[in-house]
């Protein structure tokens, strides 16, 4: 009996620490056009948000409410530019990978049909390359668990934040630009090494032939003492040199 009043005592605490804003979710909104959904069954739609750039590497599937009763609604929003996705996270556990820093802290997405929020269910994430190893996948658990303590969070809780981040979602646009903008400096890193690489093998060429030319030098002037006798005539001095050179 005690060990269960000492559980259910530490159960309240962890969802008071929670609740009183310890734990900070932040939000991510996408453009509608990176939903996909499926054919409406039962008043439901599947849908799936997949993002692959870094500080993103995720798919997000679940099942979003029909709304009105009217199967077509979502699609037309969605083509239309009335419909877009919010992704909540916690930022305690980003993950580095390569010189990226990923966000795995994921817990939670809703579907915004013309700025209001849906009813969304059965929401499931799976991390993808590069962040898709144990150490990932824990990060994501512990934010699964965290936000499951949040309580309610699309009703208003966090509205500011959400309207901020919905004022600027990411959209494939933004997301091509991010590739490209990644692309090309790891290519300007990658001719920066070769760059490096090869002013150090001509560095260590030339320290090679320095010694060389130094011992060259270093004996032509001993040559030159040695015919740089006071006694000899300039003709002797001149067929000196031309022996030793021999």
């Known amino acids: 009996m005690k060990k269960i009043l000492a559980l259910l005592v530490l159960a309240f605490a962890v969802v008071g620490y929670a609740q009183q804003g310890n734990i900070k979710p932040k939000f991510q909104a996408f453009s509608g056009a990176l939903l996909k959904l499926k054919d409406a069954e039962k008043g439901f739609q599947k849908f799936s948000l997949k993002v692959d750039v870094a500080p993103w590497s995720f798919q997000a599937i679940g099942e979003v409410r029909v709304p009105n ?23 305690n556990s980003p993950v580095e990978i390569n ?14 049909f013309d700025d209001e929020p849906t009813t969304v269910r059965n929401v499931k994430f799976k991390l993808l390359p590069p962040v898709d190893d144990d150490w990932s996948k824990s990060g994501l658990q512990d934010a699964l668990s965290s936000g499951s303590l949040l309580g309610k969070i699309w009703d208003g809780k966090y509205e500011r934040e959400i309207t901020k981040a919905s004022a600027d979602p990411m959209d494939k646009g933004k997301l091509k630009a991010m590739k490209r903008k990644k692309q090309e400096a790891a290519e300007e890193a ?44 300039p003709k002797e001095r001149k067929r000196c040199l031309m022996m030793k050179k021999r």
Request: glycine content about 4%.
């Open 99 to 112: 010189g990226d820093v990923y966000q795995v802290g994921l817990f939670d997405v809703m579907i915004y």
């Open 190 to 233: 990658a001719a920066m090494s070769v760059s490096e690489k090869k002013k150090k093998r001509m560095k260590d060429m030339a320290e090679e032939d320095q010694p060389k030319k130094k011992k060259k030098k270093k004996k032509a002037s001993r040559d030159e003492d040695e015919c740089d006798d006071p006694s000899f005539t």
């Open 69 to 91: 009763g009217d199967s077509e609604a979502l699609r037309e929003a969605l083509f239309e530019g009335d419909l877009y996705a919010v992704l909540a996270y916690i930022d």
